[in-house]
């Protein structure tokens, strides 16, 4: 599935980037393993920035029932990238 993620942010992610935005904004994300994929991808474009924000059900979980710990751990070797939760 993450290859999958991957495949599917890969071709938006290179038109942005070759469009010489500032940071790539990845938003409302319902889930973990979107945020892993989107962290192995950022790799492929080592001089872009960009933070992650979780969409949550409560105040304690992604909108897909993940504990936000993991959500944090998913993204925390990422030094490229930021993280919020809304």
């Known amino acids: 599935m993450v290859e999958y993620l991957k495949q599917w942010h890969r071709p938006r992610m290179e038109i942005l980037v070759n469009s010489g935005v ?13 945020a892993k994929a ?8 080592p001089h872009s920035r960009a ?4 969409s949550c059900k409560d105040g304690g979980h992604t909108h897909h ?3 936000m ?14 993280i919020s939760v809304f």
């Open 22 to 34: 500032d940071l790539l904004a990845f938003e409302t994300l319902p889930a973990v393993l979107e």
């Open 38 to 45: 989107l962290v192995e991808l950022l790799r492929e474009f």
């Open 51 to 54: 933070w992650v924000a979780y």
């Open 65 to 67: 029932g993940e504990p």
């Open 69 to 82: 710990s993991q959500g944090v751990e998913a993204v925390l070797d990422c030094s490229y990238l930021h």
